[in-house]
C-alpha cells in the first residue's frame, strides 16, 4: 500500500514567519508534489520534483520554495508567511497515477 | 493551457438513484485519475484510467480519448457516497497534473 504522510498536521504562523511543512513517502517514486487546496480554486499545484536534488515550479509557486533532499523528502518552504497563504497542503507521490498525503491545515495570522 | 471542466458543479441525490460525473479536457490526455475526497479529508483515488472503461463495485469510469472526456458513473447511490469527486489529468508528458475543481455530491437518505 502506497504510503505518504506529512507533518504537521497543524500549524499556526504568526505573518513574517517563516514555515516548513515535510512530507514522506514511501512507494519509491521518484515524483513528488505539493498542492494547495481553498475554496473556489480547488487544487493547485505549488511545486514538484522528479527526484532527489530537483525541484520545479507549479502554476503558483510565489512566496513558497521546495526542497528534496532524498527520495523519500520533500518540503515545502514558506521563508515569509503571509496570511494569504492560509490554506490546506497535500502532498502527493506517483507519476500517472498519485498517491495523497493527510494534508496540513495551515493558518497564518 | 491545460484545461479540465468539471460538472456538474453539484449533485443532490435521493439514496438509490444513480449519479453521472464528468470531466472534460481541452487536450490530449496521457493520464486520467478519479478521486473522492470527504470535507476536511485528503484525496484517495477511485480510478486511474487513462483510457477504457473500468469498473469497482457500484463505481464505473469511462475515458474516450477522442471525446476528450472521461465520466464517474455512481449506480445506486449510498449515503456515504457524499463528498466531492475531483478528476485530474496529465498531458504535456512533463508529469504536471492538472485538476478540475470538483463535482459535490450530496446523497439524502
Known amino acids: 500500500e502506497a504510503a505518504v504522510t506529512q507533518s504537521p498536521r497543524n500549524k499556526v504562523a504568526v505573518t513574517g514567519g517563516k514555515v516548513t511543512l515535510s512530507c514522506n513517502q514511501t512507494?519509491?517514486?521518484?515524483?513528488m508534489y505539493w498542492y494547495r487546496q481553498d475554496t473556489g480554486h480547488g487544487l493547485r499545484l505549488i511545486h514538484y520534483?522528479?527526484?532527489?536534488?530537483?525541484?520545479e515550479k507549479g502554476d503558483i509557486p510565489d512566496g513558497y520554495k521546495a526542497s528534496r533532499p532524498s527520495q523519500e523528502n520533500f518540503s515545502l518552504i514558506l521563508e515569509l508567511a503571509t496570511p494569504s497563504q492560509t490554506s490546506v497542503y497535500f502532498c502527493?507521490?506517483?507519476?500517472?497515477?498519485?498517491?495523497f498525503g493527510p494534508g496540513t491545515r495551515l493558518t497564518v495570522l | 493551457g491545460q484545461q479540465v471542466q468539471q460538472s456538474p458543479t453539484s449533485l443532490v441525490l435521493q439514496e438509490g438513484e444513480n449519479a453521472e460525473l464528468q470531466c472534460n479536457f481541452s487536450?490530449?490526455?496521457?493520464?486520467m485519475q478519479w478521486f473522492y475526497q470527504r470535507p476536511g479529508g485528503s484525496l484517495v483515488s477511485v480510478f486511474y484510467?487513462?483510457?477504457g472503461t473500468k469498473q469497482s463495485g457500484r463505481l464505473t469510469s469511462t475515458t474516450v480519448i477522442k471525446e476528450r472526456r472521461s465520466s464517474l458513473h455512481i449506480s445506486s447511490s449510498q449515503i456515504t457516497d457524499s463528498g466531492t469527486y475531483l478528476c485530474?489529468?496529465?498531458?504535456?508528458?512533463?508529469?504536471?497534473?492538472?485538476f478540475g475543481k470538483g463535482t459535490s455530491l450530496v446523497v439524502h437518505p
Open positions: 485530474a489529468m496529465e498531458t504535456g508528458g512533463n508529469y504536471k497534473p492538472t
Open positions: 512507494n519509491n517514486h521518484n515524483n
Open positions: 520534483s522528479y527526484g532527489a536534488g530537483s525541484t
Open positions: 502527493a507521490s506517483g507519476v500517472y497515477e498519485q498517491y
Open positions: 487536450t490530449s490526455l496521457n493520464s
Open positions: 484510467n487513462p483510457s
